[in-house]
């Protein structure tokens, strides 16, 4: 048969790349579930009143060589210079061996948050290790796992601050030399706290009456105020003093520890994280033992496991929005797990005097500058620095700056007569040189000025750090290369990521993270831009950024897309802020209440408190469907009041709920708008839209639908699709100001399109799959979720179906029958899935005593039989307990995971045999994966909290 040209140039190739199945699969798959084909599943599986009766416009799928060359083509038009912009965004150097070991290596970044700690130890410790670098250099007591960004995690201590502090004021002082990006985003989180913000130099702090300070260290302007005696001051009134600061510089300065600080925060992105245009970078939040209860963000601690061998785990658990919802202390889901390690690897790779020789040589090269332009007779405003300059110049900065530009150097315009000049990791002679030029000052050599000046020349002798930081051994020991691959493979293999078997996470998507989707995170052309670069150097970013923006509209439905918001709950809180501006606008500020189903996800009502909304609850059927008439009465009772409705669609349920059209109309009715949480987007995509459906304003987790991986918690996603009357109220920058009717609007990130560099992830996978693939991957989905729905009920009850006894693209399978009839819980379960070498679904979300499946598109037919293989398995166990054959807590379940020390021992005492608990199927031992530790003791870890590396007696012992 002849074959034209055009099939032979397989366009669609990465379509079934993606999607796990072949045709065949896909056909037994249909037959087993009685669908007679994929439309035919979504015609009993989606309202017919909400299907798309088009296709969307997308476009002609593209092979991976093409797409890859079209961006490339795109990338290109950025204009890389030399960046000596600063403002907490600095050129680095990251080291290769974890550039291509972790940055680039599925092992890593395709994991998920270490909720399954027995399978997660390795970037568990990778986190302890960043607690603890970041406890050495703040001189704090402990220190969290990352946050989204320096600027939010300013935010948050502003919100700690009034939390924990005694003082009685409504108002916060700003240091106003603060970076500008983080004073936009903290006026944007006061303004809906109902806080009060007072501006002033950091000297004239304790000059206010005020709950908490935020201070720079060094700040803005490169200059370094001496804390001491201000915190001192704000202390002696009850005030809660934050101090943001930057980690390379505090190789080098006083700790904010030492200065009596209660709160040390800053970004980690200088310790191996390429600028990225904005990111994704770690931030850090340290503070001291008293406040731990109140930390925001995620904590690792060291706990023991079954045979009181030491394990890691997620610490504190009790304070995440998932559990507290509205009473949380912040909204964080997504921290930025995956380059939290990288910096942690960073400090390791370095250790103290590595490290130590990077920056002393940053602020060499920054005081042998000064000093040239000081002995030229230029105006040097600084009294003290650490790496950054400020400098008058009158009437010439304009000259100067495009000197400098054409040179190839980008520099900070501070003013119309001021320019800033930060040095960093990447800084040499020859840049020393080439801006002694820019600014007219020839003639100095770089030796004969190194030879005049002492170390430390631009820090004042009482800031000099002289406290010792990274004494422990694993900063001292992987500083070659093969020890450091080592250590980093060895690591790696304590986790259970997606390149060894399937993760069912319900409500998280963990889909394919195709090599091709990935690739162009690591060009230079995209990662070495500096956010506050001149636009016109970046262009191809903004033709990335615009294309990402039409694809995502032409999916969602929706008329405008905010691209800042750089995780899920920060693009909650970014919809709910529009919502309350365009209500302000409109003379409605007083409408405050939000209505949020029973089944929401946690970060809904705790976002919803952070825009200072009140939170009424709207109960479930016995379907799990939003009860109507209950949502329509509490609507009615509070509609003069009523903001918003947030809803999750498909629900967090697991089903497409028929009334979706009436319950967004019931809330127009009333005056409000209708937030929708995109968690659940992958089921959507092409088949119907969020606009079409009825909501104003939705987040859409890149992290998710749109392939960015989920890196072991973070990064993520989170831009929000709006519908036109909204558009004009959602954020923009104060420093790098975005195109759009919202000018003038403060932002929620620091940076103006929040990650930036891993945007070109989700504008490939689209570019890749086209409409027709998108389409496919979305009834794909919902097919696999079927499939495993339907092979597991005769085994356990599927809580939730739709009128036609369909599921989404998830199912919810009911545990508590069984914990009632024998005490093997949801828990137990989800320990046993790791002897078979799976890491379980969900637990207890949104349904206590159960388990969530997302098998997502990915996947194929033979590893999702592998799965219900051994969950049917396991309930075989379960009834050998229900019959009395093995006791209650003798067990496998109970026993579970099991580990390579359960069965290298003579002695074997249990019921079942060593056999059954390693290799409980016959496939487990061709890939099996053994976890590190066996059952880790949760209690014991919250009770003896400890949250920093293993002490160094422990370690040598």
Not at 116 to 136: K, P
Not at 153 to 174: D, H, L, T, W
Not at 758 to 764: A, E, K, N, V
Not at 866 to 894: C, M, Q, S, Y
Request: hydrophobic share 40%.
């Amino acid at each position: 048969m002849k074959h034209s040209l055009t099939q032979l140039e397989h366009h669609e190739e990465f379509i079934g790349r993606h999607i796990g199945s072949e045709q065949a699969d896909l056909d037994a798959m249909l037959k087993a579930i009685g669908a007679s084909s994929l439309d035919n599943l979504v015609e009993q599986t989606v309202p017919a009143s909400i299907r798309l009766a088009h296709a969307l416009p997308l476009g002609a799928p593209r092979t991976e060589h093409e797409a890859l060359s079209a961006l490339k083509a795109v990338a290109s038009k950025n204009q890389i210079k030399r960046s000596f912009i600063g403002m907490g965004y600095y050129d680095v150097i990251t080291p290769k061996v974890i550039l291509r070991n972790v940055l680039e290596n599925p092992g890593w970044y395709t994991a998920y948050t270490p909720y399954q700690a027995e399978i997660a130890q390795g970037r568990l410790e990778a986190l302890l290790n960043y607690q603890q670098m970041v406890i050495d250099l703040t001189g704090m007591e402990l220190a969290n796992a990352s946050l989204l960004d320096e600027a939010t995690a300013a935010a948050e201590a502003m919100a700690m601050a009034r939390r924990v502090g005694k003082a009685k004021s409504n108002a916060f002082f700003v240091d106003v030399d603060c970076f500008p990006q983080t004073i936009d985003v903290v006026k944007t989180r006061a303004a809906f706290f109902g806080f009060e913000l007072v501006f002033g130099k950091a000297q004239d702090a304790a000059l206010h009456d005020v709950f908490g300070a935020l201070l720079q260290y060094p700040n803005q302007t490169g200059e370094l105020v001496d804390m001491p005696a201000i915190i001192a001051a704000l202390k002696g009134k009850g005030v809660i003093t934050a101090v943001a600061t930057d980690l390379m510089a505090l190789l080098m300065l006083k700790s904010p520890g030492e200065m009596g600080a209660d709160i040390a925060l800053g970004s980690a992105q200088r310790f191996g994280v390429p600028m990225g245009f904005g990111g994704p970078h770690a931030a850090f939040f340290a503070t001291m033992d008293e406040h731990k209860r109140s930390v925001p963000g995620r904590i690792i601690g060291v706990s023991v496991d079954a045979r009181g061998k030491k394990a890691l785990r997620m610490a504190l658990q009790t304070r995440e929005q998932h559990i507290r919802r509205e009473k949380a202390n912040s909204n964080i889901c997504t921290s930025q797990v995956l380059l939290a390690n990288i910096s942690s690897f960073y400090a390791v790779y370095h250790g103290p005097v590595g490290l130590k020789r990077i920056a002393s040589r940053i602020h060499r090269l920054a005081a042998i500058f000064a000093e040239g332009l000081k002995q030229t007779k230029l105006n040097v405003l600084n009294t003290s620095f650490f790496d950054t300059l400020h400098i008058e110049l009158g009437s010439h900065a304009g000259d100067v700056y495009q000197a400098a530009q054409a040179a190839g150097y980008n520099l900070r315009r501070v003013s119309a007569t001021v320019l800033g000049v930060s040095f960093d990791e990447k800084s040499t002679r020859a840049d020393v040189e080439a801006l002694w030029a820019a600014f007219g000052a020839n003639g100095h050599s770089v030796d004969t000025i190194d030879n005049l000046l002492a170390d430390g020349s631009g820090i004042p002798v009482g800031l000099a750090r002289e406290s010792a930081y990274l004494t422990h051994p694993v900063f001292n020991r992987y500083h070659t290369e093969h020890e450091m691959l080592r250590y980093i493979k060895r690591l790696e293999n304590k986790d259970l990521a997606l390149n060894h078997s399937m993760i069912s996470l319900g409500s998280c998507t963990m889909k394919l993270n195709a090599t091709s989707e990935m690739i162009p995170v690591t060009w230079s052309e995209f990662g070495d831009m500096h956010p506050f670069a001149p636009l016109d150097q970046a262009q191809g970013y903004l033709e990335m950024i615009n294309g990402l923006d039409s694809f995502l509209r032409a999916i969602t439905g929706f008329d405008a897309i905010c691209m800042q918001p750089n995780s899920g709950a920060q693009g909650e809180y970014a919809g709910l802020v529009a919502i309350q501006r365009y209500h302000t606008s409109r003379g409605e500020g007083h409408r405050n209440v939000c209505l949020i189903p029973k089944s929401a996800h946690g970060t809904n009502p705790a976002t919803a408190q952070m825009a200072n909304l009140e939170v009424i609850v709207v109960n479930c059927d016995d379907n799990g469907n939003v009860d109507v008439a209950d949502l329509k009465a509490k609507a009615e009772l509070h509609s003069k009041h009523l903001s918003c409705l947030m809803i999750t669609y498909p629900s967090t349920h697991g089903v497409f709920e028929e009334a979706i059209k009436d319950i967004c109309d019931i809330v127009h009715q009333h005056g409000g708008q209708v937030y929708m949480d995109g968690a659940n987007l992958n089921a959507q995509v092409g088949l119907t839209q969020p606009a079409l459906i009825g909501a104003d304003v939705s987040h859409m987790n890149l992290h998710k639908t749109f392939c960015i991986p989920h890196g072991g918690g973070g990064p993520g996603m989170g831009p929000i699709g709006l519908k036109a009357h909204l558009a004009p109220f959602t954020s923009n920058h104060a420093v790098q100001p975005i195109e759009g009717p919202n000018q003038g609007q403060s932002a929620v990130s620091a940076a103006p399109y929040g990650s930036a560099s891993i945007l070109p992830i989700s504008y490939m996978y689209i570019a890749m799959m086209g409409a027709q693939g998108m389409k496919t991957a979305t009834q794909v989905a919902l097919l696999n979720a079927n499939y495993i729905a339907t092979k597991l009920a005769p085994h356990y009850p599927v809580l939730y179906t739709g009128s036609q006894g369909r599921v989404a693209h998830e199912c919810i399978i009911d545990i508590r029958p069984i914990k009632a009839a024998c005490g093997i819980s949801e828990v137990d379960i989800a320990k046993r899935l790791m002897d078979y070498g799976f890491h379980a679904p969900t637990m207890s979300f949104p349904v206590a005593g159960t388990i969530m499946i997302e098998p997502t598109e990915s996947e194929s037919k033979a590893e999702l039989d592998r799965f219900i293989e051994a969950l049917i398995a396991i309930r075989h166990e379960i009834r050998k307990v229900e019959a009395g054959e093995w006791t209650a807590d003798n067990n496998p379940l109970k026993h579970a995971p099991h580990t390579q020390s359960d069965v290298i021992g003579n002695e074997w005492s249990r019921p079942y045999s060593q056999q059954t608990a390693v290799f409980p199927l016959p496939w487990v031992g061709d890939n099996k994966f053994w976890p590190s530790v066996n059952r880790i003791d949760d209690v014991y870890g919250d009770r003896n909290l400890f949250c920093a590396c293993v002490p160094m007696d422990e370690y040598a012992s």
